[in-house]
C-alpha cells in the first residue's frame, strides 16, 4: 500500500482549460495562489498549497477542473492497471457509502479502449473493499461523491482524483436552460477580454438566458464560481483541512461586494428567453439587481459610452443565414446609431457575419464554443 500519494509530495496539480483560454486560466490561477504555472496541451500545471488549492477550485471562473494525480507509473497492460490501481489504499478517499465514478482517456498506448481501462480500475476499487469489509461503494457515473479520472498516453498512467468534484463550469445557477446557452467559462473569458471594471454601465441586446450577465456580476461583485456548488471533491481527500477550508471559504466571501441597480441589464426578442434569464439571475442574491427586458434590441434604446457584450444566433440550415445575414445588419446599425461612445464585444459562432455587421473591428480573437470556432470581435463606436 502507498503512504503518501504523489500530489502530496510534489504539491502539483492539473487543471483542465480549453486551448484557447489558456493564458487567461494562467493568469487567473496565478491570481489565486498557484505557482510554478505551465501550460501544456488542453491544460496547465502548477504547484498550490492546500489553500490555494481550496480558493482555485471555489473561485477560477475559466478552468474546467483540478486533478490531484495520486500514482504516476507505467503501464503496457490492463492487468497491470488492474494490479498497480489494487495498491491504492481506497479507503483512504471513500467509504462503502459513498459513490464513485471514472472517466478515462487513452492515447498513443497498448490500452487502447478507455472504457475497459476504466472497467478495470473500477474493480480494483470494488475488490479492495469486497476483501477488506464485504461490502463495495457504488458506481453513479452522474452525480458520484469521488470523480476519478485516469490518463494513459505513450504506455503512461496517472490515476487522479478530480479536486473540484465535477466540472467547475456548473456553476448551480443555471437551473432553467434554452437550447444553446452559452458556456460559463467562455462567458466568463468575454468578460475579461471586454476589461470592464463596472466604471460604465454593460450591457446584452440578446441575452438569451443570461450567461454574459450573470458571469458579469459575479466577477463585478467577486462572487466566487463555487457559491453555490455543494461539495467539492478536495474534500475527499486524506488530508483534508475542514478548518482551513471553513476559514478560507469565509474569506473569500468577505471580499463580495454589491451590485449597483442598472450598472448591469439586458433584454431579448424572445418571452421564454427573459424568463429563463430572470430564474437564473436569481439564484444569485445580487441578481435581482440586473434589468432583463423583453424587446427586439431594433426597438431598444442603445446604451452610450458603455459596454455591450452580446452572442447573437447563428444559423445551422441555408434559410437562416439569409435571415441572420440581415439581423447581424441590424445590428450593426443599432451599435452605430444608438451606442454611441460605446466599446462593442460580439461573439460570432460563425464567423462568415462577421462582414455583414458593416463595423470595422477594432480586433478579432479565436474562441471555441459549443464546437464552433467562433471569433469574439471588438468594436469601438465613436
Ligand atoms: C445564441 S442566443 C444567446 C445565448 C446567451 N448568450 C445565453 O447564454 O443563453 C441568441 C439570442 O438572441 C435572441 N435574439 C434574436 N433576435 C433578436 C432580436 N432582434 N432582438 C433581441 N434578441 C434577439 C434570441 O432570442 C436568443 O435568445
Known amino acids: 500500500m502507498l503512504s503518501m500519494y504523489e500530489y502530496q509530495k510534489s504539491s502539483r496539480f492539473f487543471a483542465q482549460t480549453a486551448d484557447d483560454i489558456k493564458d487567461f486560466a494562467a493568469t487567473e490561477l496565478a491570481e489565486l495562489g498557484a505557482c510554478d504555472i505551465s501550460p501544456v496541451f488542453r491544460g496547465i500545471y502548477f504547484n498550490a ?59 498513443d498506448s497498448k490500452i487502447n479502449n478507455s472504457y475497459y481501462a ?30 476519478i479520472n485516469l490518463f494513459i498516453t505513450r504506455n503512461k498512467a496517472v490515476i487522479s482524483l478530480d ?11 443555471r437551473k432553467d436552460s434554452l437550447a444553446a446557452p452559452m458556456q460559463e467559462t467562455v462567458a466568463a473569458v468575454i468578460i475579461r477580454y471586454t476589461e470592464w471594471d463596472g466604471s460604465v454601465p454593460l450591457y446584452d441586446p440578446m441575452c438569451g438566458s443570461g450567461t454574459l450577465l450573470i458571469e458579469a456580476m459575479l466577477y463585478y461583485c467577486k462572487i466566487p464560481s463555487g457559491f453555490l456548488r455543494k461539495t467539492f471533491g ?44 430572470r430564474s437564473n439571475v436569481n439564484n444569485i442574491p445580487e441578481g435581482k ?30 434559410g437562416d443565414k439569409e435571415e441572420l445575414g440581415s439581423l447581424y445588419k441590424s445590428m450593426g446599425d ?27 473591428p477594432a480586433w478579432k480573437k479565436p474562441l471555441m464554443s459549443g464546437g464552433l470556432d467562433g471569433r469574439l470581435v471588438k468594436y469601438e463606436m465613436f
Not at 483534508?240 to 450598472?263: A, I, Q
Not at 461612445?341 to 458593416?358: L, V
Request: charged share 25%; glycine share 6%; with cysteine.
Open 49 to 107: 498549497d492546500k489553500a490555494a488549492l481550496y480558493r482555485i477550485n471555489y473561485s477560477a471562473r475559466l478552468i474546467s477542473r483540478v486533478l490531484a494525480p495520486i500514482l504516476t507509473f507505467k503501464c503496457h497492460s490492463t492487468d497491470q492497471l488492474y494490479k498497480k490501481a489494487k495498491q491504492i489504499n481506497w479507503s483512504d478517499f471513500l467509504s462503502t457509502g459513498n459513490t464513485f465514478a471514472l472517466f478515462s482517456n487513452v492515447s
Open 118 to 147: 476504466s472497467l478495470c480500475i473500477k474493480d480494483a476499487i470494488v475488490d479492495s473493499f469486497r476483501e477488506m469489509t464485504g461490502k463495495r461503494p457504488d458506481v453513479n457515473a452522474k452525480d458520484p461523491d469521488l470523480w
Open 163 to 173: 479536486t473540484s468534484g465535477g466540472p467547475l463550469h456548473k456553476r448551480g445557477y
Open 234 to 277: 478536495f474534500e475527499f481527500l486524506p488530508d483534508f483541512d475542514k478548518k482551513l477550508w471553513r476559514e478560507l471559504r469565509k474569506d473569500c466571501d468577505r471580499r463580495k461586494t454589491r451590485l449597483p441597480k442598472g450598472l448591469i441589464s439586458g433584454s431579448d426578442i424572445s418571452s421564454q428567453a427573459v424568463k429563463s434569464a
Open 289 to 318: 439587481n440586473i434589468s432583463i427586458n423583453n424587446l427586439d434590441f431594433n426597438r431598444a434604446n442603445g446604451l452610450e459610452n458603455g459596454v455591450i457584450v452580446t452572442n447573437p444566433p447563428y444559423g445551422i440550415r441555408m
Open 334 to 360: 443599432f451599435l452605430k446609431q444608438k451606442c454611441k461612445g460605446s466599446t462593442a464585444y460580439i461573439y460570432f459562432g460563425e464567423r462568415e457575419f462577421i462582414k455583414k455587421i458593416g463595423l470595422n
